[in-house]
T-cell receptor, first 110, second 114 residues
Framework: DAKTTQPTSMDCAEGRAANLPCNHS???????VYWYRQIHSQGPQYIIH???NNETNEMASLIITEDRKSSTLILPHATLRDTAVYYCIVRVPYNNDMRFGAGTRLTVKP | EPEVTQTPSHQVTQMGQEVILRCVPISNHLYFYWYRQILGQKVEFLVSFYNNEISEKSEIFDDQFSVERPDGSNFTLKIRSTKLEDSAMYFC????????????FGQGTRLTVV
């Protein structure tokens, strides 16, 4: 699976959009981009995933660049409860392991 | 909403003892996983399980570890002889079939080896 690079930490003001970037320049054609988050020591929580088209669900939007070498997770109106570590993971769908990196620690501030 | 359930939430055991961590995956899922997270470190993949056998395992998953699906609903992780360094949060996850389906995680079992 392709390697990903994320900033170590980011801050965001409550009520503003949080834009979390991820670089995956070695992504291959059949690899999906997944986003998870971990609030404190809870189990990782699935957020969204995509292959090449932009995706949106009730939690977030995922913007994937046309060359697929990077993506951005957008939380449109961040709340204090969105403070968490956010993981960007790239993997082929039939691989049975999913490896977590260090992620981005997002702190939403009042 | 269906969820992955793990028991117990906290287990304390003496070094050298065997422990079994239990998970009930989401009912129609067929792929199952165990991960661990040592305090302050990243989430680490241990093993994946499909069709009643291990499909992938990491270098962490040595002979001290085993997994089993003893019946149609449970998925267990056994550590034969626990060491102090096995102290961690252990997360179970499951996912359904279909290309690109996401995995859902349980809330974890905190294992403390004393």
């Amino acid at each position: 699976d392709a390697k990903t690079t994320q900033p170590t930490s980011m801050d965001c003001a409550e009520g503003r959009a949080a834009n979390l970037p991820c670089n995956h320049s070695t992504i291959s054609g059949n690899e999906y981009v997944y986003w998870y988050r971990q609030i404190h020591s809870q189990g990782p929580q699935y957020i969204i995933h995509g292959l090449k088209n932009n995706e949106t669900n009730e939690m977030a939007s995922l913007i994937i660049t046309e060359d697929r070498k990077s993506s951005t997770l957008i939380l449109p109106h961040a709340t204090l409860r969105d403070t968490a570590v956010y993981y960007c993971i790239v993997r082929v769908p039939y691989n049975n392991d999913m490896r977590f990196g260090a992620g981005t620690r997002l702190t939403v501030k009042p | 909403e269906p969820e992955v359930t793990q028991t117990p939430s906290h287990q304390v055991t003496q070094m050298g003892q065997e422990v079994i961590l239990r998970c009930v995956p989401i009912s129609n899922h067929l792929y199952f996983y165990w991960y661990r997270q040592i305090l302050g470190q990243k989430v680490e993949f241990l093993v994946s399980f499909y069709n009643n056998e291990i499909s992938e395992k990491s270098e962490i998953f040595d002979d001290q570890f085993s997994v089993e699906r003893p019946d149609g609903s449970n998925f267990t992780l056994k550590i034969r002889s626990t060491k102090l360094e096995d102290s961690a949060m252990y997360f179970c996850a499951s996912r359904g079939t279909g290309v690109g389906t996401e995995a859902f995680f349980g809330q974890g079992t905190r294992l403390t080896v004393v």
